[in-house]
């Protein structure tokens, strides 16, 4: 199978991004052709500062390698790297309704968000999305709860496109994981942990064990002392038992019964332990890539030229489809 997917380098990338897509994309690369990349043109439809971006590109593609995406199984690049996204984008423009795109529940969010800045790029974000995705004829995308409604879009724009101008592209599908789709903030559990938010909400994947310790420590549990997964009434110690769970491969019912009579103190320091365990080789990889910058641009480089290789192929089949030469 084809197996695409993108994030954009807006922040720290925690363990909610990794248990709800870098994890799966990891285990992925080793049956599929992957094509993955940083969305570096849809960060900038919302505020940022122009001189930290090309920072945070490196620091997203290092976070990538760092946590097992493998650049040789991999097509991994910079999305403004390969102009061929911008250019569908424009083409499939014509054939997605407004209507569907002011219907998006990301834009009824950034446009609340961002009142100052509400531009033209916030409501195309889904047609250059569905661009990146359909350019390379992908099967399956893997991505979070809060993307699924993109790609209902792109299988839409894909069957509106092969109506009016012949069978081109396919539709792709969403590939949720089973548990973990969507982690939630640790100092708010009914707020998705997001790296936007502020950093007490959530665990970057290289956090020093004595950051990790704080944060955990203080996560936001509910009134009673009992450790039970009920994400409704007890949405603070259903979270910590989600990402124990995720992270130690037990099931949640294993750890119900091995915490019951321990408290919720106990279970965070056994949570700590874990977490400061399981990502203590992502922080040393990390570190190691750090001081190689030229070979992280390179490999970005080579991934770029692999990606256009294939980009270019639909968009000449695309252009004369509509009529372009
Ligand atoms: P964020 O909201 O943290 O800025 P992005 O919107 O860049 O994250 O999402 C990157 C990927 O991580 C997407 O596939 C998204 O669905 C997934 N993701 C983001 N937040 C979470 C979360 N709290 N739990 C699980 N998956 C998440
Ligand atoms: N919109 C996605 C997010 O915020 C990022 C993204 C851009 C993406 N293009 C994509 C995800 C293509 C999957 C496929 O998480």
Redesign the pocket.
Known sequence: MRI?????PTGSIHIGNYLGAIKQWVELQEKNECVFFI?DL?SLTIPYQPENLQKNIIEAAIAHFAAGIDPQKTVFFVQSEVKEHTELCWLLNSVCPVGDLERMIQYKEKTRQFKQNINAGLLIYPVL?AA??LLYKTDA?P?GKD?VQ?IELTRAIARKFNQRFGKTFQEPKALLPKMGAKIMALNNPRQKMSKSSSPQNYISLFESPEEIKKKIMSAVTDTGKKIKYEPKRKPGISNLLTIYSLFSGKSIKELEKTFQSKGYGFLKKSLTELLTNFLEPFRRKRKELLIREVFVRETLKIGAKRARNIAQFTIQETRSKMGLI
């Open positions: 695409l997917s993108g994030i954009q969305a849809h999305q990146d995705i995308v991505v993307q993109h």
